[in-house]
Nanobody, 122 residues
Framework: QVPLVESGGGLVQPGGSLRLSCVVS????????IGWYRQAPGNERELLAR???????SHEESVLGRFSISRDETKNTVYLQMNNLEPEDTAVYYC????????????????WGQGTQVTVSS
């Protein structure tokens, strides 16, 4: 089983919304923190939001109020709801697993998904 599989990316107009999904293998889902990241061309990969195995969340200031991370234990899935999207949000979005929220915040990721492209354009 692939550890992490993202989906939900696509083309959206400015001001629109998308919900990204990250299906996580059961063993990782129950024991790891999951984070959403993005990487635009020419930029470094940046952390957007994190959620612990217990459900605690943290959002980076750059997306606070527009993006929201959540999880569904019945589906082993972590979501990233993105609202009021801007062209600057165009990037490849990745989910990743780490030992804890702190590990993700310090860049210590155990496994990455393959990424999903989000393009915000009129």
């Amino acid at each position: 089983q692939v550890p992490l599989v993202e989906s939900g990316g696509g083309l959206v107009q400015p001001g629109g919304s998308l919900r990204l999904s990250c299906v996580v293998s059961r063993s990782i889902f129950s024991s790891s923190a999951i984070g959403w990241y993005r990487q635009a061309p020419g930029n470094e990969r940046e952390l957007l939001a994190r959620i612990s195995a217990a459900g605690s969340t943290s959002h980076e200031e750059s997306v606070l109020g527009r993006f929201s991370i959540s999880r569904d234990e019945t589906k082993n899935t972590v979501y990233l709801q993105m609202n009021n999207l801007e062209p600057e949000d165009t990037a490849v979005y990745y989910c990743a697993a780490g030992r804890s929220m702190w590990y993700l915040a310090t860049g210590q990721v155990d496994v990455w998904g393959q990424g999903t492209q989000v393009t915000v354009s009129s």
